[in-house]
Protein backbone atom coordinates (compact mmCIF):
# COMPACT_ATOMS: atom_id res chain seq x y z
CA UNK A 1 0.00 0.00 0.00
CA UNK A 2 1.55 3.32 -1.20
CA UNK A 3 2.83 5.50 1.74
CA UNK A 4 3.37 8.64 -0.39
CA UNK A 5 1.80 12.17 0.21
CA UNK A 6 -0.22 14.51 -2.18
CA UNK A 7 -2.18 17.88 -2.01
CA UNK A 8 -5.31 15.45 -2.28
CA UNK A 9 -8.37 15.11 0.33
CA UNK A 10 -10.09 11.94 1.39
CA UNK A 11 -13.13 11.21 2.28
CA UNK A 12 -13.87 9.40 5.95
CA UNK A 13 -16.54 6.97 7.37
CA UNK A 14 -18.43 10.28 8.87
CA UNK A 15 -18.20 12.21 5.67
CA UNK A 16 -15.40 14.50 7.43
CA UNK A 17 -12.47 15.58 4.99
CA UNK A 18 -9.39 15.38 5.99
CA UNK A 19 -5.64 16.74 4.83
CA UNK A 20 -2.97 13.64 4.28
CA UNK A 21 0.78 13.32 5.75
CA UNK A 22 0.00 14.12 9.77
CA UNK A 23 3.21 12.98 11.67
CA UNK A 24 4.11 12.78 15.15
CA UNK A 25 7.63 13.10 15.96
CA UNK A 26 9.03 10.80 18.37
CA UNK A 27 12.10 11.01 20.79
CA UNK A 28 14.36 8.97 19.13
CA UNK A 29 13.77 10.91 15.59
CA UNK A 30 11.05 8.39 14.24
CA UNK A 31 8.04 9.78 12.92
CA UNK A 32 4.45 8.17 12.53
CA UNK A 33 2.65 9.47 9.72
CA UNK A 34 -0.69 9.44 9.26
CA UNK A 35 -2.31 10.04 6.20
CA UNK A 36 -5.90 8.79 4.10
CA UNK A 37 -6.63 7.22 1.09
CA UNK A 38 -9.96 6.36 -0.12
CA UNK A 39 -12.06 6.34 3.13
CA UNK A 40 -9.28 5.28 5.19
CA UNK A 41 -6.88 6.08 7.34
CA UNK A 42 -3.11 4.30 7.69
CA UNK A 43 -0.62 4.77 9.95
CA UNK A 44 3.40 4.16 8.97
CA UNK A 45 5.71 4.03 11.21
CA UNK A 46 10.04 3.18 10.34
CA UNK A 47 8.29 2.76 6.88
CA UNK A 48 5.67 0.59 7.70
CA UNK A 49 2.11 0.11 7.96
CA UNK A 50 1.04 -0.23 11.66
CA UNK A 51 -2.86 0.40 11.57
CA UNK A 52 -5.18 0.83 9.55
CA UNK A 53 -8.65 2.38 10.02
CA UNK A 54 -11.39 1.44 7.79
CA UNK A 55 -15.21 1.86 8.21
CA UNK A 56 -15.73 -1.66 9.69
CA UNK A 57 -13.07 -0.89 12.62
CA UNK A 58 -9.41 -1.09 13.28
CA UNK A 59 -6.53 -3.80 11.62
CA UNK A 60 -3.50 -4.21 13.37
CA UNK A 61 -0.17 -4.33 11.32
CA UNK A 62 3.05 -5.59 13.57
CA UNK A 63 2.45 -2.88 16.00
CA UNK A 64 5.85 -3.25 18.16
CA UNK A 65 7.41 0.27 19.40
CA UNK A 66 9.53 -0.04 22.72
CA UNK A 67 11.08 3.58 24.55
CA UNK A 68 8.65 5.37 22.20
CA UNK A 69 7.84 9.10 23.63
CA UNK A 70 5.84 11.31 21.47
CA UNK A 71 7.72 14.54 21.86
CA UNK A 72 5.91 16.95 18.97
CA UNK A 73 2.63 15.96 17.62
CA UNK A 74 2.09 19.33 15.44
CA UNK A 75 -0.99 19.33 13.05
CA UNK A 76 -2.13 15.34 14.38
CA UNK A 77 -5.57 15.39 13.66
CA UNK A 78 -8.87 13.48 15.48
CA UNK A 79 -9.60 10.89 12.81
CA UNK A 80 -13.30 11.17 13.68
CA UNK A 81 -13.85 15.03 13.77
CA UNK A 82 -10.50 16.08 12.03
CA UNK A 83 -10.32 18.73 14.78
CA UNK A 84 -6.36 19.02 15.59
CA UNK A 85 -5.37 16.77 19.05
CA UNK A 86 -2.14 16.34 21.55
CA UNK A 87 -1.07 12.89 20.59
CA UNK A 88 -0.54 11.91 24.46
CA UNK A 89 -4.29 12.54 24.90
CA UNK A 90 -5.78 9.89 22.31
CA UNK A 91 -7.62 7.52 24.04
CA UNK A 92 -7.55 3.57 23.58
CA UNK A 93 -11.07 1.72 23.23
CA UNK A 94 -11.57 -2.31 22.81
CA UNK A 95 -15.11 -1.92 21.39
CA UNK A 96 -15.87 1.27 20.47
CA UNK A 97 -13.53 2.90 17.90
CA UNK A 98 -15.90 4.87 16.46
CA UNK A 99 -18.44 6.09 18.51
CA UNK A 100 -16.19 8.61 21.34
CA UNK A 101 -13.66 11.10 20.05
CA UNK A 102 -9.98 10.10 20.26
CA UNK A 103 -10.93 6.66 20.42
CA UNK A 104 -9.08 3.80 18.60
CA UNK A 105 -9.68 -0.33 19.16
CA UNK A 106 -6.60 -1.65 20.12
CA UNK A 107 -5.88 -5.44 21.34
CA UNK A 108 -2.98 -4.75 23.86
CA UNK A 109 -1.25 -1.75 24.67
CA UNK A 110 2.38 -1.49 25.54
CA UNK A 111 4.18 1.76 27.17
CA UNK A 112 7.98 0.89 27.89
CA UNK A 113 10.51 -1.63 26.36
CA UNK A 114 9.94 -5.11 26.22
CA UNK A 115 12.01 -5.12 29.75
CA UNK A 116 10.41 -2.71 31.63
CA UNK A 117 6.96 -2.12 30.59
CA UNK A 118 3.06 -1.03 31.36
CA UNK A 119 0.42 -3.22 29.61
CA UNK A 120 -3.33 -3.16 28.58
CA UNK A 121 -4.53 -5.93 27.17
CA UNK A 122 -8.13 -6.19 25.81
CA UNK A 123 -10.21 -5.76 28.77
CA UNK A 124 -8.27 -3.06 30.06
CA UNK A 125 -6.26 -4.91 32.95
CA UNK A 126 -2.93 -3.24 33.51
CA UNK A 127 0.11 -5.33 34.53
CA UNK A 128 3.47 -3.58 34.82
CA UNK A 129 6.98 -5.32 34.13
CA UNK A 130 10.65 -4.83 35.47
CA UNK A 131 11.18 -1.35 36.33
CA UNK A 132 7.84 -0.95 35.76
CA UNK A 133 6.51 -2.26 38.82
CA UNK A 134 5.90 0.20 41.58
CA UNK A 135 7.65 -0.71 45.55
CA UNK A 136 4.14 -0.31 48.38
CA UNK A 137 4.28 -1.49 51.77
CA UNK A 138 2.05 -3.38 54.09
CA UNK A 139 2.34 -1.67 57.70
CA UNK A 140 1.32 -4.06 60.67
CA UNK A 141 0.80 -2.90 63.84
CA UNK A 142 2.20 -5.07 66.53
CA UNK A 143 -0.25 -6.76 69.27
CA UNK A 144 0.89 -8.81 72.10
CA UNK A 145 -2.00 -11.34 71.68
CA UNK A 146 -1.66 -12.92 74.98
CA UNK A 147 -2.67 -12.09 78.50
CA UNK A 148 0.16 -12.22 80.45
CA UNK A 149 3.54 -13.94 80.77
CA UNK A 150 7.63 -13.40 80.93
CA UNK A 151 7.67 -12.46 77.29
CA UNK A 152 5.14 -9.78 77.48
CA UNK A 153 6.40 -6.01 76.45
CA UNK A 154 5.06 -3.57 79.08
CA UNK A 155 2.86 -0.97 77.52
CA UNK A 156 3.93 1.92 78.39
CA UNK A 157 3.96 5.95 77.98
CA UNK A 158 7.22 6.81 75.87
CA UNK A 159 6.23 10.68 75.45
CA UNK A 160 4.39 13.98 76.69
CA UNK A 161 4.09 17.61 76.09
CA UNK A 162 6.57 19.81 77.48
CA UNK A 163 4.87 20.15 80.85
CA UNK A 164 5.16 16.62 81.45
CA UNK A 165 1.21 16.88 82.53
CA UNK A 166 -0.37 15.13 79.32
CA UNK A 167 -1.59 11.52 79.12
CA UNK A 168 1.02 11.15 76.42
CA UNK A 169 1.65 8.73 73.91
CA UNK A 170 2.72 4.50 74.40
CA UNK A 171 5.01 2.09 72.78
CA UNK A 172 5.40 -1.87 73.46
CA UNK A 173 9.08 -1.28 75.26
CA UNK A 174 11.05 -3.87 75.01
CA UNK A 175 13.86 -4.34 77.87
CA UNK A 176 17.42 -6.22 77.61
CA UNK A 177 16.64 -9.53 78.90
CA UNK A 178 17.94 -12.81 78.94
CA UNK A 179 16.87 -15.68 76.47
CA UNK A 180 14.11 -17.59 78.24
CA UNK A 181 12.06 -14.21 78.68
CA UNK A 182 12.96 -11.96 75.61
CA UNK A 183 9.82 -9.49 75.12
CA UNK A 184 7.73 -10.50 71.69
CA UNK A 185 4.59 -9.71 69.76
CA UNK A 186 2.69 -11.48 67.14
CA UNK A 187 1.01 -11.02 64.00
CA UNK A 188 -0.62 -11.90 60.67
CA UNK A 189 -0.69 -10.40 57.32
CA UNK A 190 -1.95 -11.08 53.88
CA UNK A 191 -0.71 -10.26 50.81
CA UNK A 192 -2.55 -7.66 48.33
CA UNK A 193 -4.05 -8.85 44.72
CA UNK A 194 -1.55 -6.52 43.71
CA UNK A 195 1.44 -8.32 44.46
CA UNK A 196 4.22 -9.67 42.25
CA UNK A 197 4.55 -13.22 44.33
CA UNK A 198 8.63 -11.87 44.35
CA UNK A 199 10.79 -10.77 47.77
CA UNK A 200 9.39 -9.48 50.50
CA UNK A 201 11.05 -7.37 52.74
CA UNK A 202 10.36 -6.94 56.00
CA UNK A 203 11.76 -4.26 58.33
CA UNK A 204 11.27 -2.91 62.03
CA UNK A 205 10.57 0.81 62.89
CA UNK A 206 11.67 1.61 66.42
CA UNK A 207 13.36 3.99 68.71
CA UNK A 208 15.38 3.81 71.75
CA UNK A 209 14.90 5.11 75.30
CA UNK A 210 18.91 6.34 75.97
CA UNK A 211 21.97 6.92 73.92
CA UNK A 212 24.74 4.48 74.06
CA UNK A 213 27.69 3.96 72.33
CA UNK A 214 28.62 1.67 69.84
CA UNK A 215 26.14 -0.57 71.15
CA UNK A 216 23.80 -3.12 68.54
CA UNK A 217 19.80 -3.57 68.59
CA UNK A 218 19.06 -7.13 67.33
CA UNK A 219 15.21 -8.32 66.08
CA UNK A 220 14.48 -11.82 65.64
CA UNK A 221 11.10 -13.08 63.53
CA UNK A 222 9.65 -16.80 63.37
CA UNK A 223 7.27 -17.11 61.14
CA UNK A 224 5.50 -19.57 58.55
CA UNK A 225 3.53 -18.51 55.30
CA UNK A 226 1.02 -20.52 52.70
CA UNK A 227 -1.24 -19.95 49.74
CA UNK A 228 -4.51 -20.58 49.93
CA UNK A 229 -5.32 -24.19 50.05
CA UNK A 230 -1.74 -25.34 51.10
CA UNK A 231 -0.28 -26.68 54.77
CA UNK A 232 1.42 -24.82 57.25
CA UNK A 233 4.33 -26.83 58.49
CA UNK A 234 7.36 -26.01 60.41
CA UNK A 235 8.46 -22.04 60.97
CA UNK A 236 11.74 -20.19 60.13
CA UNK A 237 13.64 -17.52 62.15
CA UNK A 238 15.13 -15.07 61.04
CA UNK A 239 17.24 -11.77 62.18
CA UNK A 240 17.85 -8.05 61.28
CA UNK A 241 21.19 -6.64 60.35
CA UNK A 242 23.54 -5.04 62.99
CA UNK A 243 23.19 -2.04 60.21
CA UNK A 244 20.53 0.55 60.64
CA UNK A 245 19.07 3.31 59.10
CA UNK A 246 20.32 5.50 59.25
CA UNK A 247 23.50 3.59 60.22
CA UNK A 248 24.92 5.37 63.02
CA UNK A 249 28.25 4.54 65.24
CA UNK A 250 25.92 5.05 68.26
CA UNK A 251 22.45 4.83 69.38
CA UNK A 252 20.49 8.26 70.09
CA UNK A 253 17.66 8.24 72.55
CA UNK A 254 14.27 9.34 70.68
CA UNK A 255 15.99 8.75 67.25
CA UNK A 256 13.29 6.71 64.71
CA UNK A 257 15.75 3.71 63.61
CA UNK A 258 15.23 1.04 60.98
CA UNK A 259 16.27 -2.12 61.23
CA UNK A 260 16.00 -4.97 58.35
CA UNK A 261 15.39 -8.46 57.94
CA UNK A 262 16.83 -10.23 54.99
CA UNK A 263 14.41 -10.38 52.05
CA UNK A 264 12.27 -13.05 52.16
CA UNK A 265 11.68 -15.34 48.86
CA UNK A 266 8.61 -17.00 48.82
CA UNK A 267 8.34 -20.66 47.10
CA UNK A 268 5.64 -21.74 45.04
CA UNK A 269 3.23 -22.88 47.69
CA UNK A 270 3.44 -19.31 49.28
CA UNK A 271 3.51 -16.56 46.16
CA UNK A 272 -0.03 -16.39 45.18
CA UNK A 273 -3.00 -13.43 46.00
CA UNK A 274 -4.24 -13.53 49.85
CA UNK A 275 -1.04 -15.40 50.69
CA UNK A 276 -1.08 -15.25 54.84
CA UNK A 277 2.34 -15.18 56.73
CA UNK A 278 2.12 -16.09 60.25
CA UNK A 279 4.67 -14.35 62.34
CA UNK A 280 6.17 -13.25 65.85
CA UNK A 281 8.61 -10.49 66.03
CA UNK A 282 10.77 -10.53 69.50
CA UNK A 283 14.09 -8.36 70.32
CA UNK A 284 17.01 -11.04 71.00
CA UNK A 285 18.48 -9.28 73.57
CA UNK A 286 19.44 -13.15 75.31
CA UNK A 287 22.29 -12.98 72.94
CA UNK A 288 25.78 -11.33 72.47
CA UNK A 289 24.95 -9.68 69.15
CA UNK A 290 22.84 -7.30 71.10
CA UNK A 291 24.75 -5.42 73.41
CA UNK A 292 22.31 -2.52 73.90
CA UNK A 293 21.38 -2.20 77.89
CA UNK A 294 18.39 -0.19 77.45
CA UNK A 295 14.72 -0.54 76.68
CA UNK A 296 13.41 0.04 73.47
CA UNK A 297 10.00 0.81 71.90
CA UNK A 298 8.59 -0.84 69.04
CA UNK A 299 6.54 1.43 66.66
CA UNK A 300 5.87 -1.08 63.40
CA UNK A 301 6.43 -3.96 62.03
CA UNK A 302 6.74 -3.12 57.76
CA UNK A 303 6.78 -5.34 55.05
CA UNK A 304 7.79 -3.75 51.62
CA UNK A 305 6.36 -5.90 48.55
CA UNK A 306 6.68 -4.84 44.65
CA UNK A 307 3.47 -5.17 42.12
CA UNK A 308 2.59 -6.05 38.86
CA UNK A 309 -0.87 -5.15 38.55
CA UNK A 310 -3.80 -3.18 40.37
CA UNK A 311 -5.17 -6.08 41.44
CA UNK A 312 -6.45 -9.59 40.08
CA UNK A 313 -8.80 -10.36 37.16
CA UNK A 314 -10.54 -12.94 39.34
CA UNK A 315 -11.70 -13.45 42.81
CA UNK A 316 -8.98 -15.58 44.01
CA UNK A 317 -6.68 -16.28 41.04
CA UNK A 318 -4.31 -14.05 39.03
Not at 264 to 286: E, K
Request: with cysteine; charged share 20%; glycine share 10%.
Amino acid sequence: MSTSKGARKHKFPNDTYHDTGKKAIFGDGSELEIYFSEGEGHFVLYGEEILTITENGVIMNNLEVSDGVVVDGDDLEDVITGEEIDPLSVHLNQTTPQTMVGQFNFPEVRAGSVSHNTDWDSTGHQTMVGSAKPWEDLRIEPSVRQAAGTGVPSFEKWYDDLAGTSRGVFLYSFTKENTANQKEVFFTVQMPHAWDGGVLSMHIHWVPAATENATDVIWGMEYCMKDIGEVYGDTTIVYTSATLIPDDANITAGKHYISEFADITPGADANGISMVLIGRIFRRSGDASDTYTNKVGLMYIDLHYQLNSLGSTDEYLK
